[in-house]
């Protein structure tokens, strides 16, 4: 998990549009998950959450891929 002074960082207007951060913000132990790299856009969190999340069921329409 990111520290806590990054995430506050990251939630400041940024000065140039560009240095915008995606943060994960899937709350994990009272805590946000606040993961920079792998942060999938069509979900709004990271690939650690979203793998954590379809295996629990808890995102409609995704499936586990079997063959």
């Given amino acids: 998990m990111a520290r806590k002074s990054l995430i ?3 939630n400041r207007k940024p000065k140039y549009s560009s240095r915008k951060l995606n943060r994960c913000p899937v709350v994990w132990a009272d ?3 606040g993961r920079v790299r792998a942060y999938m856009r ?3 969190m990271c690939r650690i959450c979203f ?3 379809a295996s629990e069921g808890k995102l409609p329409g995704v499936k ?3 063959w």
């Fill in 42 to 44: 069509h979900f709004g």
């Fill in 31 to 33: 805590r946000p998950c």
């Fill in 51 to 53: 793998r954590r999340l």
């Fill in 8 to 10: 506050a960082k990251a």
């Fill in 64 to 66: 586990k891929a079997s």
